[in-house]
C-alpha cells in the first residue's frame, strides 16, 4: 500500500495542462450532498476531465443506483486545517509515537499538503445512494478515520459485512474503469490527474497541479 507520505508521491513531476475546474451544480446528471459545502463553493468544483469521468461511471452503475459526491476542490488552507487537526488528535492519543509515525499515520487519512490530491481539483470524495439519494451501505461513514472504524476505512476492508463489500465492488469497478484511482485507506477519495495517480498509473508527470 503506498500513502500520500510515501516521498515517490512527493518526487513525481507536477505539471498543469489548464483544464478548468467545473461547477458540478451546473451538471444536473450527478448528485450532490451539501454535508462540506463551505460558502465558496469550493466543494462543488472538479476539473472537467474529472466530471467527465464521473458521468462515465455513473453510466455503468447498476439500475436505480447512483454517484453521491461530497467533495471535490479543497483550497489549501482548508487542506492544512484538515491535516494539522487530525496530527494533533492523533498525538494527543499516542504520545508515544514519532515524528515519523505520527506524520505517517496522520496520511492515512489526510493528505500532507504539499501532495494533497483535492487541491489540485482532481480528487473526489463520494459514495453510493439510491435514485432518490438514500446512501447504502458501504461499511462505514464517508471520511470515517482509521482509528475510530478499526481499519474498516481501507478499501480492501474484510471487517464489513457482505452488502458493504458488495456496494464497494460496484463503487470499485465503476470508478476505476472510468480512470480513476483510488487511495486505498478510504474508499469513498478518487482522484485522477494528480501525483498520487501518476505514480499508480506509471504517467510521467501529473496532469494538474495544485489550484
Known amino acids: ?12 513531476r507536477s505539471a498543469d495542462d489548464g ?32 466530471a467527465d469521468r464521473l458521468l462515465t461511471a455513473q453510466r455503468s452503475l447498476p439500475a436505480g443506483v447512483r454517484l453521491l459526491v461530497v467533495e471535490g476542490y479543497r483550497p489549501y ?3 492544512l486545517g484538515i491535516f494539522t487537526g487530525y496530527r494533533d488528535e492523533l498525538r494527543r492519543r ?4 514519532s515524528p515519523e ?12 499538503v504539499e501532495v494533497a ?12 445512494c439510491t435514485a432518490d ?27 464489513i459485512g457482505a452488502t458493504a463489500r458488495r456496494h464497494r465492488r460496484i463503487l470499485v469497478d465503476a470508478l476505476g474503469g472510468a480512470g480513476l484511482v483510488n487511495y486505498p485507506t478510504e474508499w469513498w477519495h478518487w482522484s485522477y490527474g494528480d501525483r498520487y495517480w501518476a505514480l499508480t498509473t506509471g504517467a510521467r508527470r501529473t496532469r494538474y497541479g495544485p489550484v
Open 19 to 50: 483544464e478548468p475546474l467545473v461547477d458540478l451544480r451546473d451538471l444536473p446528471e450527478l448528485r450532490l450532498d451539501g454535508r462540506a459545502a463551505d460558502p465558496a463553493g469550493a466543494y462543488a468544483r472538479l476539473r472537467r476531465g474529472v
Open 1 to 12: 500500500m503506498i500513502l500520500l507520505s510515501d516521498p515517490r508521491v512527493a518526487a513525481v
Open 117 to 128: 490530491p483535492h487541491s489540485t481539483g482532481g480528487a473526489v470524495d463520494l459514495t453510493l
Open 101 to 112: 509515525r505520527l506524520h505517517r499515520e496522520t496520511s492515512k487519512f489526510v493528505s500532507p
Open 133 to 159: 439519494g438514500l446512501e447504502l451501505d458501504l461499511g462505514t461513514a464517508v471520511d470515517a478515520t482509521p482509528e475510530d472504524s478499526a481499519g474498516a476505512c481501507f478499501t480492501g476492508a474484510r471487517t
Open 77 to 79: 488552507q482548508a487542506q
Open 94 to 97: 499516542h504520545p508515544d509515537w
